[in-house]
C-alpha cells in the first residue's frame, strides 16, 4: 500500500508560479514512477507529467512542456510539480500518483496509487 498526499495549491494569477509537493508513504518511494494529473471542471482527468524512479527521466504533455518540471526526492519520499508560466486554462484539481513499476507511465489505468488532490486556480 501507498499513501499519498498532496499539498501547495492554490490561487495565483496568470503568468505566476506554483510548487506542488506530494509526499508518499508506505511500500519503497524508490521503487516506482510517480506522476502527476489533473482534472478541470466538465472535463476528464488527463495526464500532465512522470518521472521514472531515479528521476533520470521525464516526460510531459504537450501542453505543459517547458512551462512544468517535475521533480523527485527519494530521500524524502517526495515529488514535486514546479508549474511557472500558469495560464487560466490550468485551473484544476491536481492529482499525485504512484506507478505499479520504476518505469514511466502515462496512463490512468498504469497508476495503482492516487493522491486526494490539490486545487490550482489561474485567475485571468
Known amino acids: 500500500q501507498v499513501q499519498l498526499v498532496e499539498s501547495g495549491g492554490g490561487l495565483v494569477q496568470a503568468g505566476g508560479s506554483l510548487r506542488l509537493s506530494c509526499v508518499a508513504s508506505?511500500?519503497?518511494?524508490?521503487?516506482?514512477?510517480m506522476g502527476w494529473f489533473r482534472q478541470a471542471p466538465e472535463k476528464e482527468r488527463e495526464f500532465v507529467a512522470a518521472?521514472?524512479?531515479?528521476?533520470?527521466?521525464?516526460y510531459y504533455a504537450d501542453s505543459v512542456k517547458g512551462r512544468f518540471t517535475i521533480s523527485r526526492d527519494n530521500a524524502k519520499n517526495t515529488v514535486y510539480l514546479q508549474m511557472n508560466s500558469l495560464k487560466p486554462e490550468d485551473t484544476a484539481v491536481y492529482y499525485c500518483?504512484?506507478?505499479?513499476?520504476?518505469?514511466?507511465?502515462?496512463?490512468?489505468?498504469?497508476?495503482?496509487?492516487w493522491g486526494q488532490g490539490t486545487q490550482v486556480t489561474v485567475s485571468s
Open positions: 518521472i521514472n524512479w531515479n528521476g533520470g527521466r521525464t
Open positions: 508506505g511500500r519503497t518511494f524508490s521503487s516506482y514512477a
Open positions: 500518483a504512484a506507478a505499479a513499476g520504476p518505469m514511466i507511465r502515462t496512463r490512468e489505468y498504469e497508476y495503482a496509487y
